[in-house]
């Protein structure tokens, strides 16, 4: 099997790892001033092919991607699963075998937060509902550790998953406002064939709960077919896809959002393509989701 | 007059002026892509002799010059001065006349804020002290206009005064905590020849208000000389800065700080050089000064 692969993609190489801000710095500009378009890809590791498809992504756009790993202790509250996120750095780079021209950042946590540091990034409304409303001060931590890697990593673009929807609209919103010179770039959600996001956190799950997860996307399926069939109270959408979830699969709801895809207002009725965003526990797992319901493509690009 | 100043410096020339910000974004990046140091002076206009003594530390250190002219409004609170403070954009571009590497940014409102922008950002307890308890969010607007700025215009340096102390350690720590790619340069505060530091405010001042204010600095002097004949007990210090000022200038004195230079924690007891920041209201114009007391120069670079 080993054999076979190399022999497919001979030009295999392992990414370079960088672990100090500097040396980072100074490699991307160096890539810049020659002229080379830089790709980023900020992960917290414990990779899967979701993250795969942003790198294949960037390595199509740009000549240098880095794919920066870190586990940001600031995105995650009290309680919720900082200790526990898994982080698996040697697969990680073994994933990420290719092209020369891919740079793995994995710094420290000493080397990210000096004492002492205290700045955050706050978005305003976008943060505050829906995820940010069930883990407060989450989106403050992932802009503020973003907009960290982008003075770090002065890239051409960065490149999102759009399994975190909410997340990705924070992140354009704080580019936007803050006048970051860096393209953001959101690439559809990759699915395991059952329909199940990818998601790091899915190796959490026991054979059970594996199953029980996938009514979240069915969920999500539920809700567009009812919008399809002619129901267009955003009440009665959100309850029915709620109602498969807990129900068929048993799962701890933590909100299912009826929104508008760009300011994710909750909608009392859904007259144009709107998103649902879900968020569920299966277990002790927390999972989410999201599609746009009423639109050609329910996973595009945002 | 002029024909004397004309032949004295007879390279004199009006500067550049940018009114969007993709021209700024576009004539910087040329400059650093050319190797040219870029230097960075952001004000809020009605210019003095502090302001310009930055442009020439800029114009010193760097190859090309841009001073930004902006009113800020997210920096003023509901009552504070925005709609009087001074604006002279026609004798601001003419004092900046000079060599031809001098770039006026001078953005509109409308450009610099898109209807929608929310995104702030916060330094924490270095901001909610003196100054920010004060004028609640007034360093959150002045972080996230500085941080928009240096996005604009990617520097090597920017260039601010040192009369605006907490500002200045405000902006050092955002640069710090954010990993801002960009030299912070504070620059001693210019006087008039009485001692009042120079301000775009003290236009505002009726030549009654205008003498009664130099007891600002008086008691800045006052705080070090107490310090020099033995007093260490911060209050007592305070206090007898804040009565010269109520006393003899009849101010209304917002608060008397005796601080810590590099956390501005108030201290009980100064054995080692401390800042001192006051800030007082003649008439209806607030005013801020400080030094450090204990220290060979009380207006050194910070």
Same mark, same amino acid.
């Given at each position: 099997? $080993?054999?076979? !692969? /190399?022999?497919?993609?001979? /030009?295999? =190489?392992?990414?370079?790892?960088?672990? $100090?801000?500097?040396?980072? !710095? *100074?490699? @991307? =500009? =160096? *890539?810049r001033r020659e002229g080379r378009r830089v790709g980023l @890809?900020?992960?917290?590791g414990a990779l899967h092919a979701g993250h795969l498809s942003l790198v294949d992504e960037s390595r199509r756009e740009c000549d240098l991607t880095v794919v920066s790993i870190f586990v940001n202790p600031i995105q995650f509250g009290l309680g919720?699963?900082? /200790? &526990?996120?898994? &982080?698996?750095l040697v697969a990680d780079i073994e994933l990420l075998a290719g092209p020369a021209s891919t740079v793995v950042f994995a710094p420290s946590a000493e080397a990210m937060f000096a004492p002492g540091a205290n700045t955050l990034v706050d978005v305003g409304e976008l943060a505050a509902s829906w995820e940010g409303g069930h883990r407060p001060g989450h989106f403050r931590g992932v802009a503020t550790i973003v907009l960290k890697l982008f003075h770090l990593i002065p890239a051409d673009a960065a490149y999102f998953g759009r399994k975190d929807y909410q997340q990705a609209l924070v992140i354009r919103r704080m580019v936007d406002d803050l006048d970051v010179p860096i393209a953001v770039r959101v690439c559809p959600t990759v699915r395991e064939p059952d329909g199940l996001a990818m998601s790091s956190r899915n190796r959490f799950l026991s054979p059970?709960?594996? *199953?029980? %997860? %996938?009514?979240?996307? $069915? %969920?999500?399926?539920? =809700?567009?077919?009812a919008l399809r069939q002619g129901e267009r109270r955003a009440e009665a959408i959100g309850e029915r896809a709620r109602r498969h979830m807990t129900d068929v699969g048993r799962l701890q709801v933590d909100y299912v959002a009826v929104a508008d895809p760009r300011t994710l207002a909750p909608l009392a009725s859904v007259d144009a393509p709107a998103v649902v965003a879900i968020a569920a526990r299966v277990g002790s797992t927390r999972l989410i989701d999201n599609a746009t319901i009423g639109a050609a493509d329910p996973n595009g690009p945002i």
């Open positions: 099997m $080993q054999l076979e !692969r /190399s022999r497919l993609k001979p /030009s295999l =190489a392992p990414p370079r790892v960088v672990e $100090q801000r500097e040396e980072i !710095r *100074a490699l @991307v =500009a =160096a *890539a @890809v900020p992960t917290m919720e699963d900082f /200790s &526990r996120y898994p &982080r698996t059970d709960e594996r *199953a029980r %997860a %996938a009514t979240i996307n $069915q %969920a999500l399926r539920i =809700a567009d077919e």
